[in-house]
């Protein structure tokens, strides 16, 4: 399989706590990406990392990227009801296809 | 700006009819992709084309499966003789020419469901 993996496969916190999301791929990238989807939505494009760069931020998010280890995370900080979600990562091989991993289900209990 | 249009939202087809399903990417893209996606699972990546050219369909099935982005019109994805296998949840994504760090924007996607 071409996908990537992610983990854990859920997570269920409390509001206020951090979430860390973890996820590998298989290939040399381009870049890599995460993706939020609500139940039943299309996919909402979060943050995008390049190859050469090995942390970013946007917001409450933070990205990291290791390419000796083929891995990325996201760290969702003083997580919300409202950040309950699946979410994606996303590697970007030279010629534009994104490969989607399987996704982690993120429940944040009020 | 009214962002990826994809449409219908939900298609119900019993085996053996065709499928079409439509996308009309976001304003100044001219790439679209087409994932399909099954219950509880991320997205499969099915083709990706540019106006006219079918740039990558590795993902596509070898049989009934067709896809074109015409120089007008929407771009559509064409399944003949759907089986209940392709019950699924069909997304289509646009980027621009460019690569601009702001990744693909998705359409909320077809359901299709075979009876």
């Known amino acids: 399989s071409q996908q990537g993996e992610e983990d854990p496969q859920a997570l269920s916190i409390q509001e206020g706590e951090n979430a860390t999301m973890n996820c590998s791929y298989k290939?040399?990238?381009?870049?890599l990406q995460w993706y939020r989807q609500n139940s039943g939505r299309g996919l909402v494009h979060l943050i995008l990392i390049r190859s050469n760069e090995r942390e970013k931020h946007s917001g409450r998010l933070r990205v990291t990227l290791d390419t000796s280890k083929k891995s990325s995370s996201l760290l969702i900080t003083a997580s919300r009801a409202a950040d309950t979600a699946s979410y994606f990562c996303?590697?970007?091989?030279?010629?534009?296809?994104?490969?989607f991993g399987a996704g982690t289900i993120l429940r944040v209990k009020s | 700006n009214a962002g990826v249009m994809q449409n219908p939202r939900h298609l119900v087809r019993r085996r053996g009819q065709e499928a079409r399903l439509r996308c009309s990417p976001m304003?100044?893209?001219?790439?679209v992709y087409w994932y399909r996606q099954l219950p509880e699972e991320g997205l499969k990546f099915m083709v990706y084309l540019q106006k006219e050219n079918i740039i990558d369909e590795s993902g596509m099935p070898k049989e009934r499966f067709s896809a074109e982005f015409p120089k007008e019109g929407p771009s559509i994805l064409r399944i003949q003789q759907v089986v209940r296998g392709d019950s699924a949840a069909y997304f289509c994504a646009s980027s621009p020419p460019t690569d601009r760090g702001s990744g693909y924007t998705f359409g909320s996607g077809t359901r299709l469901t075979v009876v």
């Open positions: 304003k100044g893209h001219s790439h």
């Open positions: 290939t040399s990238i381009n870049n």
């Open positions: 996303a590697s970007s091989e030279y010629g534009n296809k994104l490969v």
